[in-house]
T-cell receptor, first 116, second 109 residues
Framework: DVKVTQSSRYLVKRTGEKVFLECVQD?????MFWYRQDPGLGLRLIYF???????EKGDIPEGYSVSREKKERFSLILESASTNQTSMYLC???????????????FGPGTRLTVL | GQNIDQPTEMTATEGAIVQINCTYQ??????LFWYQQHAGEAPTFLSY????GLEEKGRFSSFLSRSKGYSYLLLKELQMKDSASYLC??????????FGKGTKLSVIP
């Protein structure tokens, strides 16, 4: 079974703090993604990576950065957390296979981040 | 642009059949996924269609018509545990997927 793990299920931070969210997958997938999910807005892509040290902006990259130093690990960084970054953050991974650049995405359990 | 439409909420009775519709307009098409998401949990993969027609997997079936930009997810013999949000997701051939906002299904006794 594909396993995607995230470092925390719940996190509470203060405005201005630097926040690190870690994601690890154990299936040797090329592609990794960070989303945020908010009520009424659905899943929105923040950043994705299709290879080690490669990153691409998604739909809402402002206020975020990412790091992928190893194939299995993809980190999301909030440089200076703000209250509007309170959200559920979901990490996903997928192989590059017959279905094109991205095959089925497998999601981690999510991190519910609250910024006070 | 990319756009996916699906109903916001649906209610159905335990043991019944429910059909969740999805229409999409995307710049490219490389397949359509359905995901299930229980409250507070991560989405989990249900089905994938890339050719027209019906794919059946146990109690769940998914249909695709590429010419109409239309798909549906059919759930039979509904159980209480099927109460969840169902996400219609389109792959356009790039690295990104386009997610619908989800249909919240409530199964009542």
């Amino acid at each position: 079974d594909v396993k995607v793990t995230q470092s925390s299920r719940y996190l509470v931070k203060r405005t201005g703090e630097k926040v690190f969210l870690e994601c690890v997958q154990d299936m040797d997938h090329e592609n990794m993604f960070w989303y945020r999910q908010d009520p009424g807005l659905g899943l929105r892509l923040i950043y994705f990576s299709y290879d080690v040290k490669m990153k691409e902006k998604g739909d809402i990259p402002e206020g975020y950065s990412v790091s992928r130093e190893k194939k299995e690990r993809f980190s999301l960084i909030l440089e200076s957390a703000s209250t509007n970054q309170t959200s559920m953050y979901l990490c996903a991974s997928s192989p590059t296979g017959d279905r094109g650049p991205t095959d089925t995405q497998y999601f981690g359990p999510g991190t519910r981040l609250t910024v006070l | 642009g990319q756009n996916i439409d699906q109903p916001t909420e649906m209610t159905a009775t335990e043991g019944a059949i429910v059909q969740i519709n999805c229409t999409y307009q995307t710049s490219g098409f490389n397949g359509l996924f359905w995901y299930q998401q229980h409250a507070g949990e991560a989405p989990t993969f249900l089905s994938y269609n890339v050719l027209d027609g019906l794919e059946e997997k146990g109690r769940f079936s998914s249909f695709l018509s590429r010419s109409k930009g239309y798909s549906y997810l059919l759930l039979k013999e509904l159980q209480m545990k099927d109460s969840a949000s169902y996400l219609c997701v389109v792959a356009d051939g790039s690295y990104q997927l386009t997610f619908g906002k989800g249909t919240k299904l409530s199964v009542i006794p």
